[in-house]
């Protein structure tokens, strides 16, 4: 028998908002890349952004039209430094994280922390949209790079 959910917020982890902010994918032209996002695939452009502490151009497309659903992040290098340029430059363009909505990110990062999680970020820094940004490594997360964000535009 399963237990009666009225408020799933009471079931999560200290400072967890429960939903996946969005998807970050390295792409290495970003015109070529919402010609196939936004164009041809039909999702809505929200803002395009350069973060130069990040070396990369962003941009944001909306994954449900009432906005209530999370982001698809595209990231393009500005030139052949930074992390995005290195990732692309090692692996390709594709999937390069999946990021993760906290309601309080130094919480989750101390929880991480504690449960033996390999941090790459010990604090949080400012990323796109000025979001608090902070990255879990990938060898603590089955391969697969996490983001754990808050601030700027949640929800």
């Given at each position: ?14 400072g967890a908002a ?138």
């Open positions: 028998m399963s237990a009666d959910i009225t408020n799933p917020a009471e079931f999560l982890p200290a429960g939903f996946v902010d969005h998807v970050g994918i390295a792409v290495t032209d970003m015109d070529e890349a919402l010609v196939l996002y936004r164009d041809l695939l039909g999702l809505e452009l929200e803002r395009l952004e350069t973060v130069p502490q990040e070396n990369v151009q962003v941009a944001f497309l909306k994954l449900d039209r009432q906005g209530a659903a999370g982001h698809i992040e595209l990231l393009a290098p500005l030139s052949d430094e930074g992390a995005i340029a290195g990732f692309i430059s090692r692996k390709g363009p594709g999937l390069h994280h999946v990021a993760v909505a906290a309601k309080d990110i130094e919480i989750m990062l101390e929880r991480c922390r504690q449960a033996g999680v390999r941090l790459i970020d010990e604090t949080p820094r400012t990323g796109a949209g000025g979001k608090q940004i902070a990255f879990l490594h990938p060898k603590s997360g089955g391969g697969v790079l996490i983001e754990i964000c808050t601030g700027g535009s949640d929800r």
